[in-house]
């Protein structure tokens, strides 16, 4: 009978639920992730004519009333709809996205915590607070091991914090240079995650043109250059790149600008072809190194 | 549509994190656009009607409309509210969610039937085209209701200008007297344009 239904043709989206011997499919049934898959291939074909009128899937026996048409089409519809977010979703590119956010999300986290307990800490020893000797990260460590310290338990869990994200950060590395291969050579995985995530999706960074890589992560700063006339920003994301960062303040608006230049090209081979180019990447990069020298 | 204590309520079932008030759900114009629309004009005639909502995101404005409404199409694109949609017309028999891309009303034309009113609340540059192509949907005499978003407009012209731009092209295309709402005192940035098909 499976083989009958590929042979079929639908014109309206509830001939796909009418099967020969008479029987209304629903969701419950076995076959229906076949008819979900009929009625998407037929529309993917332009098969399906418009505006199907409900009169008729009644007066064809497939629904009872108005009402059993709809809940059908409901069905139908979200059973596409799931089969679409199936198809759309690119299992990499999402863990990717996801992971650099929680890898910031966690740094995030870190700092305001490991600053309040400073604070505390500063606020009953006054008298410790003098010179550089004591740092955050040394202060949690003798918190944590002070086990009759009321923080002791959390200084342990910032610890245990720093260590996931450790392993996140490895995560990230290693999929960056999976999916982002020639970005990740050139402003290392972690940059080129974070444009991923706010660009959405690795064709979405393709199509862009290398001016917004440059400013990409710098929205308010650009809006209120385009709104208001102050100077544009500079960079945006890509200012974490040592390369970027470490520059002398006159040639850092230079630096990223090639540096954007060069990531949109790494981008469009990256998402089209999907494998590292040595040859570009040498090239690139020595771009890079010469607008960071002064003449 | 029910009014009560200057409060615009809806009698579907209630959905976690709604506001009650006399048992029945606060539809509240600070979260929906339909609802400050309704409180600061005029109610568009969702009773009973057949609705094409462009734009549905999570679905709580459309959960709302399908109180009234006999149906509500709601069309969404972005992948991440989408789960939410789908999780709100699992318990709504007459919300038809549909993941597609408005620009393109031919991908979803041979599921939906010609509605009464559409509504479109898609934050785009190239908001008005988008309605212009959807128009296809709507009977004659039916409503459309267009929020427009000025930020996704773009900064090179005025708000007043965009406006009449938007409106003009709409009367281009059939609609008879756009009426122009500010809706600033519950969504800034945000105008109804709102007028009757009749090409």
Redesign the interface.
Known sequence: MAENQDDRIFR??YEACHQEDSEILAPASPSWAAVIENVRQ??DN?E???????QEAVSAGIVPDR?GY??L??D???G???R??ED??DTDEAALIHLIRILDEIDQSISRLSEKIEDYYIALHPAELSGNERNISSLIETLSKDQTHPLSHLAKNIQRLRESRTLISHNVREYAAKSLPNMSALCGPLVSARLLAIAGSKKHLACMPAASFQVLGAGPSL?MH??SGTNPPKHGIIFQYKGVHHAKRQVRGRVSRVLACQLAIAARIDHFRGFPDEEFIRKAGEKINRAGKLE | MIWQDGKLLSPGAILPGDRVHQGMRIWDPNHSKVAALCHIHDEPPVTGACILYLGAAAGSTVSFLSDYAEVVYAVEFSPRPVRNLIRVSRTRSNIIPLFEDARYPERYLPFVEPVDLLIQDIAQRDQADIAIRNLIFLKQGGHLILFLKLLSMGTEKKREDWIAEVAGSLENAGITDPEVISLDTYHTGHVAIWGMYSP
Request: charge should be positive.
């Open positions: 309206f989206w037929s529309r332009s399906l004519l418009p505006f199907p009128v409900w009402k709809l809940s089409l409901r139908v519809t979200i596409l709809m799931i679409d977010l759309r979703c809006f385009l709104t």
